[in-house]
């Protein structure tokens, strides 16, 4: 590749803020490069990492689990995608990592090492991490509820339900889970005791097709050991 060859890939790096690195057959490291706005957060982590394999590198780790998943996939000579990793540092901060890594081989099919980019991805790891713990306290708000909820999709298969929703139908969660119906599980009455019609669940869908609201509906349940609630 000439020198102008060199100059775009540099740039291209620059704005994808992304880090070039290759290791040899040992899986030490023996080039680090890139520049943009990992430049000045990396700096230290690549002086670091120099001479070391990944897993020896300081303040380098896992976001889950050890490293044992990915020595193995490197000592087999494996490709990998988005490993993800943070990076500690002295100060306190932590930023993360996805690496991903190529094998090279010579000529002669003789492994000679990997070679690989490593790109910044704090902003959507951190923004990963608020939506998990967000879905964890909703999810402990609603299986706190006294009512029974169950969550329906377009399809009308129930995607979700509270504990309360279990104890009202006398099922559990995989029992009422991926569902269309609990007709046959379970029989609703009206509130003068006569079984609901087809008519009372064909306008259940309606709501859920047009997205309206239905208010004030009382039905009782026969469960499956024979309590009516």
């Not at 070391?52 to 050890?66: C, F, N, V, Y």
């Not at 969550?151 to 279990?166: F, G, L």
């Not at 009372?200 to 309606?206: D, F, H, K, N, T």
Request: hydrophobic share 40%.
């Amino acid at each position: 590749m000439d020198n102008n060859g060199l100059e775009r890939v540099a740039t291209l790096l620059d704005l994808l803020s992304d880090w070039y690195w290759e290791q040899d057959e040992e899986h030490r490291f023996t080039r680090i490069e890139g520049a943009g706005r990992l430049a000045e957060r990396l700096m230290r982590l690549r002086e670091a990492a120099l001479g070391r394999r990944r897993w020896e590198t300081p303040g380098l780790a896992p976001i889950d689990g050890d490293w044992e998943p990915h020595r193995a996939a490197v000592f087999a000579h494996l490709p990998y995608r988005d490993l993800l990793l943070k990076s500690m540092f002295e100060n306190g901060e932590t930023h993360y990592l996805s690496i991903t890594g190529e094998p090279r081989f010579d000529e002669g099919g003789s492994f000679i090492g990997y070679c690989g980019i490593t790109r910044e991805v704090t902003a959507r790891v951190v923004a990963e991490q608020a939506l998990r713990e967000s879905e964890a306290r909703n999810r402990a708000v609603i299986n706190s509820l006294y009512e029974g909820v169950v969550v329906r999709d377009r399809d009308e298969t129930v995607v979700a339900c509270n504990a309360s929703a279990e104890r009202i139908f006398g099922l559990s969660a995989a029992q009422i889970l991926g569902r269309k119906t609990l007709n046959g599980v379970v029989q609703l009455l009206r509130e003068d005791g006569t079984p609901a019609d087809a008519s009372r669940r064909r306008a259940g869908i309606e709501s859920l097709r047009f997205g309206t609201s239905e208010r004030d509906i009382v039905l009782g349940v026969v469960r499956p050991d024979g309590k009516t609630v």
